[in-house]
């Protein structure tokens, strides 16, 4: 098999005791020179630190390994999380077929977003599996509101020269860009002539993943800096829900800089993580934090109990691409895509009508240098995720371990690379620097309804779905597989409100809010509830010139819920749906209530 070790990745082991003793409740402290201009100005340790919050799981007793949350929660054993194997893996996409993106419905995207062409008589077969190379140290991603002068300068050169590549340079920043869009914008297709997609399934998680990893390595040797880290923006903590300042200065640092942004951007404008184009924010920033932290807890915590809920739907070869997202795609991730990106309808700077550009469509979202560091905060939260232990681990169906995708290194070598290969972030030579996750904590408390509603007050499920459209808030009873259930029965299967066949039109910005026992006067401002269950929501983007629509799953974990709601014991419950943007356009086939094995 082909190496891909540099000249600067030669030693065995990495200079840091991430991987020494390493258990989900040891304490390494591990120091990582950052920057090459001055070795002393920026020092952090990446090995710990996450969850300074008390933990106050009462159910799931998640075991937060506290000490390890970046290398033990990698080097662990994968648990089991299906022991259902199902078809083919998703192949590597074959160049030859790579045709017309479209930014929606049959407009296309104004240049190729295909990659540059394989060398002369290489076929997608003859491409060699990348190794991740063994390097000396690893690269410290740092949040982005604490890093500091020196390292700003490394990374606005750096993509300034990646700026000045050739354009048919696969490094070169345009070229960087095309590879979200081929993947997202219906250039790709596998068997059958269907849409290759990577975000609304299990494979949004490890594309974004590797896409990353050689972004980050082709920057760092740019700048001839082999421990060169991308940053994250921290939209998770309270001191990172703002724009990260460093892309926002056109005169300082150009480079990092994009004129296709939101307002919101602008003026220290504070985060809505729930945000979805609606019309000017009204909650309060306290209430907005409140809102943020919860959508935090619900994502991370009650909606992702299980491998599945978390990654998303399977997607083996010659299914339907998108069916159905996992809870950190959902939500913050689109969101903070829609709240960076141009408000659809208005007018860019170039003249031109807007399609949410940058940030807020697939085909431009990675132009827009601050998408590294949203998905780079996206990718730890994959980390942070599995440090719960138990059954939060990574799956182990072998379609999804040995799905490919294909990449150019920064020698400009192509090479496939397997979901496999990619699940432990220590051995593929990086590392998060610690930041406090309160949201850790933030179960919500508060309750907006008084005792328990009537199922017989509102209509059967039955009698509501299918439903046409969702244009206005909707009430309706559900009958749950079962009642009482123990805490083994609990700890075996997960209670799921399942959304089915979700059909709508892909160019709207959409989102809709779920509530148990709340009628149809809850507010919808204030998430901080315990009847809170989750919100879909869904970005911009075309599969075809065809613009079908396409049904997917949504699926919210309940069984926190509803012991939060006193209602382990009912045989019916109800759940309220308020439609929140563009769901006039969305309708659903069925919901029903199914238990999931954790």
Known sequence: MASSTLLWCTTKTPSSNCLTNLSFFSKPSCLFVHGKRNQEHFKVSCCMGEHNEKMNFDRRDLLLGLGGLY???????????????????????????????????????????????????????????YEVPECSQLRVRTAAQVVDQDFIDDYNDAISIMKNLDASDPRSFQ?????????????????????????????????????????????GSLIDESTFALPYWNWDNPDGMYFPSMFNQPNTYPDLYDTNRSVNTQNG?????????????TATQSQLLSNNLTVMYRQMITNAPT?????????????????????????????????????????????NTSYGEDMGNFYSASIDPVFSGHHANVDRMWNIWK?????????????????????????????????????????????YAPMATPWVSYK??????????????????????PLSKLDKAISFSIKRPATSRSQQEKD??????????????????????VFLNADKTVNTDELDKIEYAGSYTSLPHAHNASHEFVPRVFNLAITELLEDNKLEDDPTIVVTVVPKKGCQVLSIQSVNIELLDC
């Open 444 to 465: 919500p408390q508060k309750k907006t309804t008084k005792g328990k509603l009537d199922p017989s007050s509102v209509m059967a499920a039955e009698s509501i779905f």
């Open 492 to 513: 075996e299967k997960e209670e799921i409100l399942k959304f089915k066949g979700i059909k709508h039109d892909n160019k709207e910005y959409l989102r809709f809010d």
């Open 71 to 129: 290398g033990a929660a990698n080097l662990a054993p994968l648990a089991s999380a299906s022991d259902k194997l199902t078809d083919e893996p998703i192949p590597a996409p074959s160049l030859k077929t790579c045709s017309t993106a479209y930014i929606e419905g049959n407009i296309p995207v104004p240049y190729s977003c295909c990659p540059p062409p394989l060398p002369d008589g290489m076929a997608m077969d003859d491409v060699p599996y």
């Open 175 to 219: 070229q960087q860009a095309n590879i979200h869009c081929a993947y997202c914008n219906g250039a790709y297709t596998t068997v059958g002539g269907k849409d290759l997609q990577v975000h609304f399934n299990w494979l949004f998680f490890p594309f974004h993943r590797w896409y990353l990893y050689f972004y980050e390595r082709i920057l």
């Open 269 to 281: 404008t504070f985060m809505d993580l729930n945000y979805v184009n609606t019309e000017a924010q």
């Open 387 to 431: 440090s719960f232990g138990g059954k939060r681990v990574d799956l182990t169906q072998t379609d999804w371990l040995e799905s490919a995708f294909f990449f150019y290194d920064e020698d400009c070598n192509p090479w496939r690379v397997k979901v496999q290969d990619c699940l432990d972030t220590v051995k593929m030579g990086y590392c």
């Open 307 to 351: 491998p599945l809920t978390f990654f998303g739907e399977a997607y083996p070869l010659g299914t339907v691409p998108t069916s159905g997202f996992g809870t950190i795609e959902n939500m913050p991730h689109t969101p903070v895509h829609l709240w960076t990106g141009t408000n659809p309808g208005t007018k860019l700077s170039n003249g």
